[in-house]
């Protein structure tokens, strides 16, 4: 999916919410265990259910790989499921030398047909670029995570007193542009979107944090947003784990409606 489509998915929905599916087999209701592909079978109702609220999809790879083969079948299925008017990304956090970054990129835009993938930065360019040259796909460079630990090297001040995360965002700026790159800036981190802004004000930023980790929707929004609305916001536990029972779909769906009704106030 293009920029220009998703700004349009965005404004037509009213909605910026990216709805992250890190199944975990342990936290399935019980009754869809019984079936051939319980994790398919849970964001297949999951997807049914907040379709019509977000315009993005995240699985968080891990949840599949944790399962082998099956888990990729089941990683397939649920990205040949999401309805085509979604941005689809494989939050993966890859990067490697040039050759392998290339097959990752080929597994996870061709074979897996993803719109966009996660990629670490600290192998610096050669390890991003080979995503870059798939056109119409996307990297999602991280650039301030959620996490406690970004305190370990991203938040390090050089000599000059630049931030390590500042000097990582506006170097590999430069190695693509608004229409193939995003970054992932934590919810937690929302301090620094002002700052962020100043280095790249028209590229797209992936936020997670809301919801489970304790990011504020409204703090995101009055430091991050511009003129092309520029956010997707993902929440994964808070909304496909809003109940462990029967009803987990209709739950998701409740929660995901009351984000979008937080957003569309904004847009
Ligand atoms: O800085 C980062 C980068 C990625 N994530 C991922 O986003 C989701 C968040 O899940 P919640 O349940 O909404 O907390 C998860 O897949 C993380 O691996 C992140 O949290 N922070």
Redesign the pocket.
Known sequence: MDRKKLITEIRRKKSFLCV?L?TDIRKIPEHLLKTEDPIFEFNKQIIDATKDYCVAYKP?IAFYEAHGPKGWVSLKKTIDYIPKDHFTIA?AKRGDIGNTSGLYARAFFEEMDFDSITVAPYMGKDSVTPFLEFEGRWVILLGL???PGADDFQQLELKSGEKVYHKVIERSSAWGNEDNMMY?V?ATRAEALTDIRKIIPDNFLLI??V???GGSLKDVIKYGMNDDVGLLV?????VIYADSSESFAEAAKAEAKKIQNEMAAFL
């Not at 993902?234 to 808070?238: F, I, L, Y």
């Open positions: 992250g890190d968080n939050d995570t959620s996490n992932v934590g997670p944090g919801g489970a980790q993902n929440s994964t536990r808070g």
